[in-house]
């Protein structure tokens, strides 16, 4: 993270941090893996990678060529780093480090410890695999709708998986880290999951309440037509579309 600081202040933009946020699970993954490797922790690290590799392709992608992002200037109370060095370093890099090393836990101790319930271990893979639908179908339903020309798409995409939820990519990714966490710390046995469940819970509460979907939403609620939207589609646990 204080590598992407600098790369971040160089070319005065906050938002790369997005691109790092995935690439530094995956560096986590694979040192546990490494240092104590068996079939366990490889697993886990192949699905950290996966997970990690997509997001930061993916938002690489979909930021060239942009400026900032809004979020980060509604976070800051200004344009970026000309918000203050201090208050970007606060809020965005430093915060993140922490939250990405307590997110981390359950990849330590699973890396640490032998495997005691390995059907355990396959329902994380499959609470997994539903966050990465929801991610990969969410963010390709996104970009097909933004590549559509602006004067021919509705002001909000309300259809697919967005007729489910408002933000498919945030909950799928809340089902990564309640994957990992089952195939990870869980699998060990019912204290070292206690002990850690405090991890997918601070990644649920912030990808929801402070990073993630409220803060997208303080400039997404601008959009004509929001109202009605968000009044019949839930904020981020899916629901069937209602009518």
């Given at each position: 993270?204080?590598?992407?600081?600098?790369?971040?202040?160089?070319?005065?933009?906050?938002?790369?941090?997005?691109?790092?946020?995935?690439?530094?699970?995956?560096?986590?993954?694979?040192?546990?893996?490494?240092?104590?490797?068996?079939?366990?922790?490889?697993?886990?690290?192949a699905l950290?990678?996966?997970?990690?590799?997509?997001?930061?392709?993916?938002?690489?992608?979909?930021?060239?060529?942009?400026?900032?992002?809004?979020?980060?200037?509604?976070?800051?109370?200004?344009?970026?780093?000309?918000?203050?060095?201090?208050?970007?370093?606060?809020?965005?890099?430093?915060?993140?480090a922490v939250?990405?090393?307590?997110?981390?836990?359950?990849?330590?101790?699973?890396?640490?410890?032998?495997?005691?319930?390995?059907?355990?271990?396959?329902?994380?893979?499959?609470?997994?695999?539903?966050?990465?639908?929801?991610?990969?179908?969410?963010?390709?339903?996104?970009?097909?709708?933004?590549?559509?020309?602006?004067?021919?798409?509705?002001?909000?995409?309300?259809?697919?998986?967005?007729?489910?939820?408002?933000?498919?990519?945030?909950?799928?990714?809340?089902?990564?880290?309640?994957?990992?966490?089952?195939?990870?710390?869980?699998?060990?046995?019912?204290?070292?999951?206690?002990?850690?469940?405090?991890?997918?819970?601070?990644?649920?509460?912030?990808?929801?309440?402070?990073?993630?979907?409220?803060?997208?939403?303080?400039?997404?609620?601008?959009?004509?037509?929001?109202?009605?939207?968000?009044?019949?589609?839930?904020?981020?646990?899916?629901?069937?579309?209602?009518?």
């Open positions: 993270m204080g590598v992407t600081a600098a790369i971040s202040r160089r070319v005065d933009r906050v938002a790369v941090v997005d691109v790092a946020w995935g690439s530094v699970f995956v560096a986590v993954a694979i040192v546990l893996a490494v240092i104590w490797p068996d079939p366990h922790s490889w697993l886990l690290a950290v990678t996966f997970w990690g590799g997509r997001l930061a392709w993916h938002i690489a992608r979909r930021s060239k060529g942009h400026g900032e992002d809004p979020r980060y200037e509604a976070m800051l109370g200004g344009p970026g780093w000309h918000a203050g060095a201090a208050k970007v370093l606060l809020r965005v890099f430093l915060t993140q939250v990405a090393w307590v997110i981390s836990f359950p990849l330590h101790v699973a890396a640490a410890y032998d495997v005691r319930w390995w059907a355990v271990v396959w329902i994380g893979v499959a609470v997994w695999a539903v966050g990465i639908f929801f991610e990969v179908v969410g963010d390709a339903q996104l970009s097909a709708y933004r590549s559509r020309p602006r004067d021919q798409r509705p002001p909000v995409l309300d259809t697919g998986l967005w007729a489910w939820t408002r933000h498919p990519n945030y909950f799928g990714d809340a089902c990564v880290w309640w994957g990992l966490w089952i195939a990870g710390a869980l699998s060990l046995g019912w204290l070292p999951g206690l002990l850690t469940v405090f991890a997918p819970v601070a990644m649920t509460f912030f990808i929801r309440n402070v990073t993630g979907a409220k803060l997208l939403e303080k400039t997404m609620s601008q959009r004509p037509g929001w109202d009605e939207y968000a009044a019949r589609v839930p904020l981020f646990f899916p629901r069937p579309p209602r009518g």
